[in-house]
């Protein structure tokens, strides 16, 4: 076979492969704090791997969740045809995520505000609903689950699948077009620093020491930093609250103290889906804004010039 033919193959297997082992150990890392049954977890990065892989590269690297999805879940069970089953519905999800972002004219910079919308709405709450379902529907199915245990561990499984696409998926889109500042003074590094330091201490407070419902003392950091920061801002701050966040609800401390597992579940999504909204908005305004302000000047500077040779 030509040498030409083969080697866009083999990129291909190889991406796949490293989609697989991304999967995998994400996966491994939620897998620290299970909520349910020692699978379940509140925080479920994979998904947000899988479609940021899925827009990223294509449909193409479907394999790749697939794989990872089906050998992450056959480490703890149940039996490996119901295991087959929630592999499916793992990949299913994100594809459907996908399609439908990429209906609603999806880009990947995260620029417009109609983007954030999509990502967080047609992304993570409505294209996990597949994954969720699928997954403890073949839990209940293989006796592994009892059924009055459905809607509890829905939600769990739910709220973790749509955070790792609300907060994963957006890290990742920034991660890959992020720079080096090279403008930057030390001002400003020093602003990122205390923005930094001051979100994640505020975050530990309100959902691990603090019994008080103060969530939101945590708004005003997302907003500064979609401000001062824009997209990339936004997404290092959101990932940074939710680990806390989803770290406090499974530990059932702060906010999430005394209450049902599902009452939890009910408070951590609300929290989250409305931080990634906040912070993914302003920032896709703030970007919005900053280039019509650009393009406003570029138009400008092109006319002043005209103007100027007329009257020579």
Known sequence: MDRTRLRPQAV???TVLAVAACYYATAR??????????QVTALWPSTGIAVAALLLFGLRVWPGIALGAFLVN???????PYVLVIAAGNTLAPLCSVLLLRRAGFRNELDRLRDALALVFLGALAGMLISSATGVGALVASGALRA???WPTWSVWWTGDAIGVMVVTPFLLALRRARLPS???????AEAAVLTVGAGAVTV?????????????????LVWAAF??????AACCALGVTVFAALGAGRGTGPFAHHSLLTNMITLQAFIGTAALTSLVMAAVVTERRATYREIKRLCAQLSGKVDRQDL
């Open 148 to 150: 009055a245990e459905f």
């Open 205 to 221: 407070l309100v959902t691990g020491v603090i019994g008080a419902p103060l969530l939101f003392l945590v708004f005003p950091f």
């Open 228 to 233: 001062r920061f824009e997209r990339g801002g």
């Open 183 to 189: 403008g930057a003074d030390p001002a400003d590094w």
């Open 74 to 80: 056959l480490t703890i069970g149940p039996s490996p």
């Open 29 to 38: 890392i939620g897998l620290l704090q299970p909520l349910v049954r020692g």
């Open 12 to 14: 291909t297997v190889l």
